[in-house]
């Protein structure tokens, strides 16, 4: 069992940056890779940015190239996603996942965190 818990997000103006973190607990970290994913209103959750378990390889959404910056730190058992430029379109609630093989599927990941609103006004 892996817990998952948010920080970081709140109500920013377009142009903007933010730092989201994801602290986890349970079984070991270094064991899962992880995601972020986003879920507007009235919209399906989407695949923002994934990183492997090591930190060395990553794969960003279109949307999020050269914006967004996902990294971890095994240590101390955290993720977190820079995001820079933000956009109104941006606007969601941001959820981080932890699966043991990675991908953008959302169902390839085993746990989630409860996720933490990021608002971007224009």
């Known amino acids: 069992q892996v817990q998952l818990v948010e920080s970081g997000g709140g109500l920013v103006q377009a142009g903007d940056s933010l730092r989201l973190s994801c602290a986890a607990s349970g079984r070991t970290f270094s064991s899962y890779a992880m995601g972020w994913f986003r879920q507007a209103p009235g919209k399906e959750r989407e695949f923002v940015v994934a990183?492997?378990?090591?930190?060395?390889?990553?794969d960003y959404a279109d949307s999020a190239k050269g914006r967004f910056t996902i990294s971890r730190d095994n240590a101390k058992n955290t993720v977190y996603l820079q995001m820079n430029s933000l956009k109104p379109e941006d606007t969601a609630v941001y959820y981080c996942?932890?699966?043991?093989?990675?991908?953008?599927?959302?169902?390839?990941?085993?746990?989630w965190g409860q996720g933490t609103q990021v608002t971007v006004s224009s």
């Open positions: 996942a932890a699966s043991l093989y990675g991908g953008r599927s959302s169902r390839g990941y085993n746990y």
């Open positions: 990183i492997s378990r090591s930190g060395g390889i990553t």
